[in-house]
């Protein structure tokens, strides 16, 4: 038995469904166009760009230069931004168990005063950039670490993103804006064509 049980119900369920199709397309458009764009057409490379958590990596560098954080002390902004949201998080303990995060891990993701320093001095001398440790430290709701180097290894290979050695050590990446224009042309499109239903 359905659970559509009118005409006017059934018309705008279905413009749902068509909104729904067309955001599965904007990711399969997504996958596509970065394949496409990609330097590197090696097989393994492209393999790790078509993973799902590959939208998830490029949509937090188009966050970034959506909301305009592009200078030179933005970096702390956006980490008490990403503090926040974990504190919260670990406040909910129901939503860690939905995500299948332990407390420990999401607990080491938070800046403190002794890693948000080296956050903020490596954007201050090239703002949007950051160690992969630090990255993988906002993505942590998203992605384990391990997949966070494999995407931002294969997005050097493809010309999504500049690796290179700090004098800390740290591997620093720092995007092109490759797969921000990717993304950003697949969520327009999606956006214009939910807008003529």
Request: charged share 30%.
């Amino acid at each position: 038995m359905s659970f559509i049980d009118d005409e006017d119900e059934r018309r705008e369920y279905e413009k749902d469904f068509a909104a729904l199709d067309m955001m599965s397309k904007a990711r399969l458009n997504f996958e596509r166009r970065i394949c496409a764009v990609s330097l590197s057409q090696d097989e393994e490379v492209l393999e790790t760009l078509r993973l799902e958590k590959m939208f998830e990596f490029a949509q937090f560098f188009f966050t970034i230069a959506v909301m305009g954080l592009t200078g030179p002390d933005d970096a702390g902004l956006l980490a008490d931004l990403h503090n926040d949201q974990l504190d919260k998080l670990l406040k909910d303990k129901a939503a860690l168990r939905r995500r299948g995060l332990r407390e420990d891990r999401v607990l080491k993701a938070i800046f403190t005063s002794d890693t948000k320093p080296r956050l903020e001095q490596i954007w201050r001398e090239s703002p949007g950039s950051l160690d992969q440790s630090n990255l993988a430290r906002f993505l942590v709701t998203q992605m384990s670490s391990e997949t966070t180097r494999k995407i931002a290894e294969a997005c050097g290979e493809a010309g999504f993103v500049r690796r290179s050695q700090h004098v800390f050590g740290a591997t620093v990446v720092s995007s092109t804006g490759v797969m921000e224009r990717a993304l950003g042309e697949s969520l327009r499109e999606m956006r214009l064509s939910i807008g003529k239903l």
